[in-house]
Each structure stands twice: as structure tokens, then as C-alpha cells.
């Protein structure tokens, strides 16, 4: 059995703010903002879109592009942020109603920012022993809504945008195939699991007039100096392992890689990144026209490199990410 990716659709909010816009708000210089944070724009969701709304959208999209009738599809999995419409709340089943999913089940999986290669990974899984025959994946981010722009010790969330991405897999579809997906590889280092976190709203410290006055539902770091040191010694090589362990377990070795759909992150190391692997101005995109949109962003520089025709038939596509927790993650396509 072979897995298809077949449909890729996106949703952006027609909203955007400039990286200007977030240099006056900060205090930061936009040349930072802009050269060194890496974000000309970005999207923001207004108050009426919701995940969901966006994760529809994009949905519809996809199905289009994939050709398929939504009654076909046989799971919808959501992969994206965990700030959803509602908390304890399914995301995905509200989308399989809303499409006409009527004939799948409903799950959620949560890796962070490295949720697209891992849903990949999962669903590809699912559907060469599960049963499964057609997938649909949805990925939304506003967590724009919890940048704290008065914070310097959370800057390098300053990048967040909003929208949402859908993507159909399907098991022996060559005829309607954009790639094949191939293989994957993941890896966690969990001491950094409290370094990242909104302190309030959980069962820890649930929400309160108090929490909402000390400003406690917005990302914030306890340490961000330690983060960023103990950061800075394993993000390149868990990068580079997750890489070449995907590739190697799907028959490429590193030098392979034709496009490299990358997380969004500071401009200096996503150069860095593509210079290990060797990658010229074709074969990977720097988001900062949309800021990071977190497990949105493979599908983003993706439609994009199709749109601009940058993918030919046979091309290696190297889904690359990492999210707070940390894990990094990597999934292998092949174009067709």
C-alpha cells in the first residue's frame, strides 16, 4: 500500500499586521523585527474567526483539490494549537459536521508547533493498518492571541500569526496524487516541558478574576535565559537527526532534499539550517510574509512552492519542524 497526499488548502485572515506595527507596539526596532525576527507581516484571525471557521475553509479547499466527496473521508484529525473556540472541546468533530464528513470518526493529537510531520507519521500509520482509506488532516493557530508584546523575555513568539491548513491522505490514489508520503522521525527532549506555558487557565491554576489581572493567560517564559542557552546547544543537531533519520528510513540520504518546508524562526538560523543541507534560493521558503502559524507552516511553504512551480515530479520534500516541549519532527514526501 502506498499513502497519497492529494489535497493541500490553506485559509489566511484577511487581517494583517506589519512588522512595523509590531516594532511600535514592542519597543523593538523594526529592523530586529523584521531582519532578524523575520516577519514583514503576518496574519491575524479577527474576533469572528475562530479555528474552526478557518480549519472549514481550508478544509473545502483541500477536498476540492483532492477531488473527493467529503462522505468518503473516514477520519478527520485536527493537529493544531490547543487554544481552540472552546476548551475540553473537539475541534475535529465540529469540522467532519460542517464539511459532510458524515462517515468518519473524529480524533486530536497534539504536538505544538511539530504537529504537521507527526500527523503524517500518525495518519500514514492508520491508514496501512487501520483500515483508514482516506484522511482528512486540519492545523489552525491564533495564538497571536496570547502574545504579550510588553514581555521582551517572550520576543521570539513576537512571530506568531493566524490561519489554518487541511491536507487529504489517501491510500493507493495515483491517479489523483500530488506525493507520495514516505517516512518519519521524531525526537523529544522533555527538560524543556516548563519553559514555555500560559501559567494560568489549567487545572494548576484555574482561571480567576485574580489571574485575569496579573495578566496570567499569556505566553510567558520563567526563564528565558536558560531556555535559550540549553536551547542553543541541541536545536541543530536534534534538527539535523530528525532530518536524516526520515530521509535515511526513506531511502535519501541528506544531500537529497529538494524542498524543505521549515517552522518559521529567526531568519539566521533557518539560513543556517538550509545551508546544512545544502539548499539554494529554490528549494526552501522563509515565511515572512506570514509569520509562524505553528503547525501550519509546512503547508504554507508547500502550497506556495507549488504555486510558484517549484516542485517537479520526483522532487524529495522534507517536512521539518520543532515545538515547545521540545520536539523536533521530520516527514518525508516525494512529489509526484
Same mark, same amino acid.
Given at each position: ?10 485559509? *489566511? ?12 507596539? #514592542? ?13 514583514? &507581516? ?7 474567526? &475562530?479555528? #474552526?471557521? *478557518?480549519? $472549514? ?67 500514514? +500509520? ?46 493507493? +490514489?495515483?491517479?489523483? %496524487? @500530488? ?5 518519519? %522521525?521524531? *525526537? ?27 495578566? *496570567?493567560? #499569556? ?14 546547544? $541541541?536545536? @541543530? ?49 522563509? @515565511? ?5 502559524? &505553528? ?33 523536533? %519532527? ?7
Amino acid at each position: 500500500m502506498t499513502v497519497h497526499l492529494t489535497g493541500l488548502g490553506l485559509a *489566511l485572515p484577511e487581517e494583517t499586521i506589519t512588522g512595523a506595527t509590531i516594532a511600535d507596539r #514592542s519597543g523593538i526596532p523594526e529592523s530586529v523585527v523584521t531582519e532578524k525576527m523575520g516577519v514583514r &507581516q503576518k496574519h491575524v484571525a479577527g474576533s469572528d474567526e &475562530q479555528p #474552526s471557521d *478557518l480549519c $472549514v475553509s481550508a478544509a473545502r479547499d483541500a477536498l476540492d483539490d483532492a477531488g473527493v466527496d467529503p462522505e468518503t473521508i473516514n477520519l478527520v484529525r485536527y493537529h493544531g494549537s490547543e487554544l481552540k473556540d472552546h476548551v475540553v472541546w473537539s475541534l475535529a468533530a465540529d469540522v467532519a459536521d460542517r464539511v459532510g464528513a458524515t462517515n468518519a470518526y473524529a480524533s486530536e493529537s497534539y504536538a505544538l508547533c511539530a504537529g504537521a510531520p507527526i500527523a503524517l507519521r500518525e495518519t500514514k +500509520a492508520q491508514i496501512e493498518t487501520d483500515g483508514i482509506e482516506r484522511a482528512l488532516l486540519v492545523s489552525a493557530s491564533r495564538e497571536e492571541d496570547l502574545v504579550d508584546y510588553d514581555d521582551p523575555d517572550t520576543s521570539f513568539m513576537f512571530n506568531f500569526g493566524s490561519g489554518a491548513s487541511a491536507m487529504v491522505l489517501e491510500a493507493d +490514489a495515483d491517479d489523483r %496524487a @500530488l506525493a507520495t508520503v514516505r517516512e518519519s %522521525a521524531a *525526537l523529544t527532549d522533555g527538560s524543556f516541558s516548563r519553559d514555555v506555558i500560559v501559567p494560568a487557565g489549567g487545572t494548576e491554576q484555574p482561571p480567576s478574576r485574580a489571574t485575569v489581572e496579573q495578566g *496570567l493567560h #499569556s505566553l510567558r517564559v520563567p526563564d528565558h535565559e536558560s531556555m535559550k542557552a540549553r536551547l542553543a546547544e $541541541v536545536s @541543530l543537531s536534534n534538527f539535523r537527526t530528525v532530518a536524516e533519520d526520515a530521509l535515511e528510513r526513506s531511502g535519501y540520504d541528506s544531500e537529497s532534499v529538494d524542498f524543505a518546508a521549515i517552522t518559521h524562526m529567526k531568519r539566521s538560523f533557518h539560513d543556517h539550517l538550509c545551508d546544512q543541507f545544502g539548499l539554494g534560493a529554490r528549494q526552501h521558503l522563509y @515565511l515572512d510574509e506570514y509569520g509562524h502559524v &505553528q503547525s501550519v507552516d509546512q503547508a504554507i511553504a508547500t502550497s506556495e512552492a507549488r504555486e510558484r512551480g517549484w516542485l517537479d515530479a520526483g522532487d524529495v520534500v522534507l517536512f521539518l519542524a520543532a515545538g515547545t516541549g521540545y520536539t523536533w %519532527a521530520a516527514t518525508v514526501l516525494q512529489w509526484l
